[in-house]
Nanobody, 125 residues
Framework: QVQLVESGGGLVQAGDSLRLSCAAS????????MGWFRQAPGKEREFVAT????????DYAYAMKGRFAISRENAKNELYLEMNSLIPEDTALYYC??????????????????WGQGTKVTVSS
């Protein structure tokens, strides 16, 4: 079992930056592809970014490309999401998710086995 705990959310203004963190426990995540997803009120959970176990390959949703950066530090068992130039449309609950060992990252939240409780990001205009 992998337990994931997100942190770093908050209330910011449009144009600001935030760095989200995801701390994993239970197992080392160095063999897991990881992803960030988000869910705005009244909407379905949507893909934000994913990263391979090695950190070498990253994929982003079109709306986040160039503004967000996903990274990981396997030695610390942590995943990060650097978010820049935030806009009100980025307001959502952000989830860290992990796939099963050895499986590649995907853009579908249903493909991920583990996720945390989420951290709330609110961007005011």
């Amino acid at each position: 079992q992998v337990q994931l705990v997100e942190s770093g959310g908050g209330l910011v203004q449009a144009g600001d930056s935030l760095r989200l963190s995801c701390a994993a426990s239970g197992r080392a995540i160095n063999s897991y592809a990881m992803g960030w997803f988000r869910q705005a009120p009244g909407k379905e959970r949507e893909f934000v970014a994913t990263i391979t176990w090695s950190g070498c390959v990253k994929d982003y949703a079109y709306a986040m490309k160039g503004r967000f950066a996903i990274s990981r530090e396997n030695a610390k068992n942590e995943l990060y999401l650097e978010m820049n130039s935030l806009i009100p449309e980025d307001t959502a609950l952000y989830y860290c998710e992990a796939r099963i060992v050895g499986a590649p990252g995907t853009r579908r939240t249903a493909d991920y086995r583990y996720w945390g409780q989420g951290t709330k990001v609110t961007v005011s205009s």
